[in-house]
C-alpha cells in the first residue's frame, strides 16, 4: 500500500485498479482540494502514565522536494493539549487559525474549565468529516494528544475522511508502517501503559524518529518533540537526532548504484 | 431642558437649530446613572474596574460579570444600558476575529477603539435607530515583542535580508474610552457612571502621565476609587469588579484577565481602610 499522503483515502489501486483521472476535471466551475501539495511526513505519539509524548520531523516537502526544513507541525492549544499534523501544510495552517480562534472564543468566559483533549479530538474529527462531505477534504491526518477530564493521558487521530481512531501509540504516515510496530512492542495495548514512565516513552518516541529518519525518503533529523502531562506542555522545538550515522550505508551491498 | 416640547429631540437625524443632536445627550443621561466604571493605564499594564451595582439579593454574588474579555489581549468595560454594552462588546469581538482574518494577527488597541468609534457614530446618523446608551472604557495591551503571525510555521531563511529595524519601540498598554456621540479619546485614566466626577479628581492626583504608577498600585488605586466613588448612603449595595493586562513578563503575560481573588480582596481591604481614614479625619 502506498502511504504517501497523495494516495490518502483514495481508493487502493491494487484492489481497485490504478485510479481514472479523467474522472477530475482539469476545467469546470468548482475545484477543491484533490491532492496535497506541500507535505508533512509522519506524526508519531505514546501514551506513558502521566501523560503523552508525541513528535514530527520539520521538513515539509514539495513533493520529492525538500522544500521547508524549520516547518513546526506540533501545535500547542492549552496547558493540556498538543496537536501534530500530518499531511498538506496549507491545511495546517488553516486549521491552527482555526484553533487559534476557538481559543480566543472559550476565553470569553473565564469561569469555565478549558477544552481538554479529548473535546478538541471531537470537535477536529467533526471537522474533518463536515469538509469530506463537501468533497473538499482537509488534506490532513491530525493527532491530538494530551488529558482527558479526569486528567488522564489521551491520544486519538482523525484523518481527512473524519475517521478516529485510539490506541496507546498511534502514528501517521509512513510512520503507521515503520514506527508503529516498534512502538507496539513496548505498548501493546491500554494495560501496559501503567508500566511506561516519562523517560522510557520519550526514549522509545526518539529511537522511532530515528528509524524513521533511515527509512523514510521524506524525513528530517530535525524534528519537535512535546511532553503532555498534568504538568503542561514541554514543547521542544529544534531537537536534532541523537547518535545517527550512516557510517553502516557504507558495507551494505546488494542494490544501489555499486558496482562490486 | 431646553429641549423639551421643541421637537428637535424626538429623532435622532435631526440637528436642533443651535447644532446639537439631542438624543445623542440624552444617551449621555443614561450613561450618567449608570455605575461607576474607571480604566487606569500604567507602567506595566491596564486596569479596568466597576461597582457593579446590586439589583436582587437573589442574583448570585460573583456571577454575571460586566468586565468583557475582546480577543486575548483587550478588556472592555462600560456603564450605561447593560443590553446595549453587551451589543458593544459583541461587535468589538468581530471587528477583532475579522482583523485576524485579514492580518494574521491580533487588532491594536487604538485600531479597534477606532472601529468602534466610528460603528457608535453610525448611530448617531440615522432616524431608524438610537445612540448607544454606554459610555465603553477599552484597555489592552499591545505585544512589545513581535508575535508570530497566525499559522506561521517556520521563521524563514536565517540569513538574508530582514528588512526589520533595529531599536524600535513597540506596544504597550493602552486606554481608550468611547462615548454615545462616537468620540473617543486615548487616556491615561478613564472615569465614567454616577461617580465619574469624584473618580476622576481622584485619577487626576494618580499623576498617570508620568508613567510611574505599577500595575499592582494600579489595581489598588482602581478598588479605591470606586469605593470612593461609591456613595454609601444613596446607593444601592455593589460588587467591585477588577480585571487588569500585564505585560508579556507580567503576571497576565500581556493576557485580559481577572485580578486574582487574593490580590482583589487585599485591595478591597486597603480601600475600606483608607475610606475609614477619611471619616476619622472629618
Redesign the interface.
Known amino acids: 500500500m502506498n502511504h504517501l499522503p497523495q494516495a490518502w483515502g483514495r481508493p487502493r489501486d491494487e484492489v481497485y485498479g490504478a485510479y481514472d483521472h479523467s474522472h477530475l476535471q482539469t476545467s469546470g466551475p468548482t475545484q477543491h482540494t484533490q491532492q496535497p501539495i506541500v507535505t508533512g511526513t509522519s506524526v508519531i505519539a505514546a501514551k506513558f502514565k502521566d501523560g503523552v509524548v508525541i513528535a514530527a520531523d520539520?521538513l515539509?516537502s514539495y513533493g520529492s522536494l525538500a522544500r521547508?526544513t524549520?516547518?513546526?507541525?506540533l501545535r500547542k492549544f492549552n496547558s493540556e493539549v498538543v496537536v501534530g499534523f500530518g499531511g498538506d501544510?496549507s491545511d495546517?495552517?488553516?486549521l491552527?487559525?482555526l484553533l487559534?480562534?476557538l481559543d480566543?472564543q472559550e476565553?470569553?468566559s473565564?469561569?469555565e474549565d478549558s477544552l481538554n483533549a479529548k473535546n478538541l479530538h471531537t470537535y477536529l474529527a467533526k471537522v474533518m468529516y463536515k469538509r469530506r462531505s463537501e468533497f473538499n477534504p482537509l488534506w490532513n491526518h491530525l493527532l491530538i494528544a494530551g488529558l482527558d477530564a479526569d486528567a488522564k493521558p489521551f491520544l486519538a487521530s482523525a484523518d481527512l475522511l473524519g475517521t478516529t481512531f485510539s490506541a496507546p501509540t498511534l502514528a501517521t504516515g509512513f510512520g503507521s508502517a515503520l514506527a508503529q510496530p516498534i512502538l507496539r512492542r513496548t505498548l501493546p495495548d491500554e494495560e501496559a501503559v501503567a508500566g511506561v514512565d516519562k523517560e522510557a516513552a520519550v526514549k522509545l518516541i526518539k529511537e522511532c524518529m530515528k528509524v524513521l529518519f533511515y527509512r523514510d525518503a521524506r524525513s528530517l533529523d530535525k524534528y519537535s518533540i512535546a511532553i503532555i502531562t498534568k504538568d503542561g506542555v514541554e514543547l521542544k522545538e529544534n531537537e536534532k537526532l541523537e547518535n545517527q550515522s550512516w557510517a553502516f550505508a557504507e558495507t551494505i551491498r546488494g542494490y544501489g548504484t555499486q558496482v562490486n | 431642558m431646553t429641549s423639551i416640547g421643541t421637537g428637535y429631540d424626538l429623532s435622532n437625524s435631526v440637528f436642533s437649530p443651535d447644532g446639537r443632536n439631542f438624543q445623542v445627550e440624552y444617551a449621555v443621561k443614561a450613561v450618567e446613572s449608570g455605575g461607576t466604571a474607571i480604566g487606569i493605564r500604567c507602567k506595566d499594564g491596564v486596569v479596568l474596574a466597576l461597582e457593579k451595582l446590586i439589583t436582587s439579593k437573589l442574583l448570585k454574588p460573583e456571577a454575571n460579570?460586566r468586565i468583557?474579555?475582546v480577543?486575548?489581549n483587550m478588556g472592555v468595560v462600560s456603564s450605561g444600558l447593560l443590553p446595549d454594552g453587551r451589543h458593544f462588546v459583541s461587535r468589538a469581538?468581530d471587528e477583532?476575529?475579522s482583523w485576524?482574518q485579514m492580518y494574521?494577527g491580533p487588532i491594536p488597541t487604538s485600531a479597534l477603539a477606532n472601529r468602534m468609534g466610528s460603528y457608535v457614530q453610525a448611530y448617531t446618523l440615522y432616524s431608524s435607530v438610537r445612540p448607544f446608551g454606554v459610555t465603553a472604557i477599552v484597555g489592552g495591551w499591545d505585544a512589545e515583542v513581535e508575535v508570530p503571525v497566525?499559522?506561521q510555521?517556520?521563521?524563514?531563511p536565517a540569513t538574508g535580508s530582514g528588512g526589520k529595524k533595529d531599536g524600535a519601540k513597540h506596544g504597550g498598554p493602552f486606554l481608550y474610552m468611547i462615548e454615545p456621540s462616537g468620540l473617543y479619546w486615548g487616556y491615561y485614566g478613564a472615569a465614567t457612571g454616577k461617580g465619574r466626577q469624584i473618580a476622576k479628581s481622584e485619577l487626576e492626583k494618580l499623576n498617570l502621565a508620568d508613567g510611574e504608577l505599577s500595575l499592582e498600585e494600579g489595581v489598588k488605586e482602581a478598588a479605591r476609587i470606586i469605593y470612593v466613588a461609591h456613595d454609601d448612603n444613596k446607593d444601592k449595595e455593589f460588587e467591585l469588579e477588577l480585571t487588569w493586562i500585564s505585560s508579556l513578563s507580567g503576571p497576565t503575560k500581556g493576557?485580559h484577565?481577572?485580578v486574582p481573588k487574593e490580590l482583589r480582596e487585599e485591595a478591597e481591604k486597603l480601600a475600606k481602610a483608607s475610606l475609614d481614614d477619611d471619616k476619622m479625619d472629618e
Not at chain 2, 510555521?153 to 524563514?156: D, L, N, T
Open positions: 520539520n515539509a521547508f524549520d516547518v513546526k507541525r501544510v495546517m495552517q488553516y491552527d487559525r487559534n480562534s480566543i476565553n470569553y473565564s469561569s | 460579570k468583557s474579555t480577543d486575548r469581538r477583532a476575529a485576524r494574521k497566525d499559522g510555521v517556520g521563521s524563514g493576557r484577565e481577572e
